[in-house]
């Protein structure tokens, strides 16, 4: 069973926007990832926040988790062509050994 | 550092014909996973190991069976392959500090599958 759900499935927007996806969980965790998904290609680890955390900056990523309302937000600003990609959220519940349950992810497609 | 690698990197089998799935990865993590990605899904963990000589079930692990017996590979096989089990497939590595530095999992490019 998927442990997260994601919103919106797919996402649409101009080069220069700020696309912001949000991910629903439904168990306790121990920390919440966010990857990134090209066309045909392996998913790459963009930021991890962990249960104590509220907010946390990469770049021009901005995550936050809200563990109350089992949720959390990706915020890309400034997005670019190269942003096009597919972004999965994944919870960890094991302390530490990283066995991810991953949501059905949001289609990002970013254009010129 | 390739990295994870995996091999083959697309397969077609006839229902009933047994394969095994190679992943390599050169950056001496202690941990390693197998994932499946049907269309429109997520990803679902199938079997993982914590270390050399160790594996154990995930979430979907019907079907298959892995081996760990060196710690830079590790094997999944089908042994009677369905339909069911057309899919692409993800291996994945971390380490142990991983998630204490804030880190995640390195996957593989993946190979897809397809059973007749």
């Known amino acids: 069973s998927q442990q997260g759900e994601e919103d919106p499935q797919a996402l649409s927007i101009q080069e220069g926007e700020n696309a912001t996806m949000n991910c629903s969980y439904k168990?306790?965790?121990?920390?919440l990832q966010w990857y990134r998904q090209n066309s045909g290609r392996g998913l790459v680890h963009l930021i991890l926040i962990r249960s104590n955390e509220r907010e946390k900056h990469s770049g021009r990523l901005r995550v936050t988790l809200d563990t109350s309302k089992k949720s959390s937000s990706l915020l890309i600003t400034a997005s670019r062509a190269a942003d096009t990609a597919s972004y999965f959220c994944a919870t960890d519940r094991s302390g530490g050994y990283n066995k991810l349950i991953f949501g059905a992810g949001t289609r990002l497609a970013v254009h010129p | 550092n390739a990295g994870v690698t995996q091999t083959p990197k697309f397969r077609v089998l006839k229902t009933g014909q047994s394969m095994t799935l190679l992943c390599a990865q050169d950056m001496n993590h202690e941990y390693m996973y197998w994932y499946r990605q049907d269309p429109g899904m997520g990803l679902r963990l199938i079997h993982y190991?914590?270390?050399?000589?160790?594996?154990a079930k995930g979430e979907v692990p019907d079907g298959y069976n892995v081996s760990r017996l060196k710690k830079q590979n590790f094997l999944l096989g089908l042994e009677s392959a369905a339909p069911s089990q057309t899919s692409v497939y993800f291996c994945a590595s971390s380490w142990e500090g991983d998630v204490r530095l804030a880190g995640g999992s390195n996957f593989g490019p993946g190979t897809r599958l397809t059973v007749l």
């Open positions: 168990t306790s965790i121990n920390n």
């Open positions: 190991s914590v270390g050399e000589g160790t594996t």
